[in-house]
Each structure stands twice: as C-alpha cells, then as structure tokens.
C-alpha cells in the first residue's frame, strides 16, 4: 500500500461543513487503497486572532508563550477531524507536532525541522489508522518546549513528513486551483501553471507567494519529493511543484509582499568594518536582512538601506541607532509603507534585457523604484506599499507569463 500525505490550509478546514468535506476526501483517498497522513493548519483565521488577542493584552508577548497560544490553533482542528472520521467508523488518531516526534531547534516563532521521528506515527498507520498531524509545530528536544515554524508553517511539516515517512508525493490542498503566474486575487487573469521547478518556487515563495511556504519547496527539493498544489473545493489537477520540465518559461510568475520594511542608516563614515559592524549585530539578534543597497559614497560618507521583516522592525531600528552612534553615522530612518514585487523565471538567465523591460515597465505606470537586486532567475524591486498592486499588474500584462518557451539549451 502506498502512503499519501495531505495537507489541509485554514480555508478548508473553516467550519464544522468543511471539515466534513476534508474527511470525505480522506476516505476516499484510503478507499483507493491507500494508507493516509493528513496535515492540518488551524481553522480558518484562528491564527491570526490569536495573534490579535495577543496583541491586546500585551506589547511585546514573550515568543515562548506566543507559541503556546499559536500552536493550539491546529490542535483544535486535528482533534476535530479526528472525531469526524471515528464517527464514520474510520478508525485515527491525532498527534501534536511533539507527539509525531517532529524536532526543531530552539527559535520561538520560525523553529526549523531538524529531524522527524515519527515512531507513534508509523505504529498507528501500521494499526490501520489515519493520522492527523497538527502542522507548523514542534518541540526543541533540548528544553522540552513547544515551538512553531513561522507562518504557513503547516506546509512545511507536511513536506518534511511525507519526505520522512518515504511518501512518493505529497498533496497540499487550498483555497485556490493550484500556483498561479500571480496572485489571483490581485491579477484576474493570472493562469494556473501545470508545473514548476522547485528553484522557481522557492524564489516565487520567497518573494512573498504565499500559497507555498519556502522551507516547504525546500525539503521538497532536498527530499526529491514532488508536492502538487491543489484545491480542497473540487478534484481538478493542481500545479505540480517537481524537477524541472523540459521547457523554461522566461517568466513563470510574478510575486509580491507587503512583509517588509525599510530602514536606512545615513551619512554612514566610509571606512572598512561599518557594514560588518552594523549587519553582524542585527544577525546576532536574530535579524534577518533581505536587500541591502550602499549609495557611492560623497565626502566620506555614504547611506546603507536595508529590508526586514515588518515584525522585526522594532528591533532592527533599536540596534541600527545604538550601531549608528558606535560608528559615528548621522541618523537612522525607518519605513514600513513599503513593498517588493519579484519576477521570476529560469529562461531570464539566457535572455538579455528582461531588467530593462521590467524599469521600463515600471517607469511608464509611474511607479518609483527605491531599490532594486537580483538572483540568476529573479528581479526584484522595492516601491511604495501603494503602488504594488499597480506594479504587479503591469509587469503580469507587460510579460504576459508563461508565454514565452524554449526548448532547454536551444
Ligand atoms: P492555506 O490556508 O490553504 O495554507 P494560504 O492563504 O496560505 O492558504 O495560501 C493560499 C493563498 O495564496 C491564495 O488564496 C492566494 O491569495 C495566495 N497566493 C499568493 N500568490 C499566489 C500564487 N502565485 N498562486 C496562487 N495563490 C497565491
Ligand atoms: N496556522 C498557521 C498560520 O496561519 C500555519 C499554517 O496555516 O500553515 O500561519
Ligand atoms: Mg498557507
């Protein structure tokens, strides 16, 4: 019998109705013959209103107790599935991330998977069960504690699992029909691709496409394990996430997010060890950078901007100021009404001019462009958070993705 691994996001677990319709899905699946390990994420926006409460009672929650209170978001929904499928006479069983032996390290909020365990696990399945295990959580075996894997973290657990479990292929279900050349809900008529290769998704899930978590696509690529991206609404083939196809579109899709901030150091002296200084105390606190652009310096000083994620903004501010009056730097300013838009694809690598296309692009939609860096298949570009909508549209009609296919090294 083969294993099948299922992942189910908030949307399709939103209430009593669609947990039902999970659990038909999954006994059909063991109907087929299969034995069956379904990953679940919380209910519907459970997430984030555990994070709103949070908020409310408290400034600055301790990240131990943040992944307390989160964690418990995906208990609630394994537990319910599980009572769903008992009552239908299909025997399962749920386990915490902890339970199913899913071991992290230490970092509260963006825990990574080091290892997966999995003994409970692979025992229920050898009784004849369906096990249910609660996604984007773990337990850091040094200290005993619970923590989870950062934001759609559940995809990530699924991947990690199917990879341990020497599942053939892995099923991550949602709320759209698969990955498509953008969101969705911002291009209406962004198309579904049939497949991609992993190292386009995780620049695409990198550049904010949310519909993957990257650490997934990277235990799929690390693991060999294709992942097909798919709808929990009906039973149409999704995208399959695997090796690369044959073809290579110059631009397989655009992404966009909304998750960073800016901050920049001005008048910086232009001496060697400043950048070493600044950026080796924000990894120390566990910062991290994304983009980074040095202006040419003028009288022996220049400014050094950077992104970060918005939740750590608080912090990099702090650190950039005491660094800055260390080093002998002007001013330290901050901006969180900023956003990135990335175009993705590995036939850019052959294909000259795709930059200037993408400035012109902007440029005619009269979009400023405030910082700008690349990858040998992705171009990313950092404007005003209120232009990001308009720069992805632009650049979806100006590139028209995947139109444009070669044949691999023609
Ligand atoms: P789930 O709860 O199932 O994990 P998510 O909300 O995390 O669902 O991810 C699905 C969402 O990802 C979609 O509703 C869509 O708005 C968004 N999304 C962003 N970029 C893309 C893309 N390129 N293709 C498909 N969906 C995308
Ligand atoms: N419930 C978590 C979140 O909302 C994890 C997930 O859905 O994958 O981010
Ligand atoms: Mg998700």
Redesign the pocket.
Known sequence: MSLVVQKF????LADAARIKAVADRVESTRREGHDVVVVV?AMGATTDQLVALAAEVSDDPSPREMDMLLSAGERISMALLSITLNSRGIPAVSFTGSQAGILTDSSHGSAKILDIQGTRVRDSLAQGRVVIVAGFQGVDPESKEITTLGR?G??ATAVALAAALGADSVEI????D????????MVSD?MKLEEIPFDEMLE?SAGG???LMSRAVEFGRRYEVPIHVRSSFHDGEGTWVRESPMEQAIVS?I?HDRSEAKVTVNRVPDRPGVAAALFGSLAAAGVNIDMIVQNVSHDGSTDISFTVPRANLVDAERIAKQVAAEIDAESVDVDAEIAKVSLVGAGMKSHPGVAAKVFETLASAGINIEMISTSTIRISCVVRADDVEAAVQALHAAFDPPAIYEEVGA
């Open positions: 996001g908030g949307t399709s994420s759609g559940s995809d279900y949602t709320d759209v698969g990955v498509f050349t953008a969101d969705p809900r962004a695409l496409a949310g519909v899709g992404a």
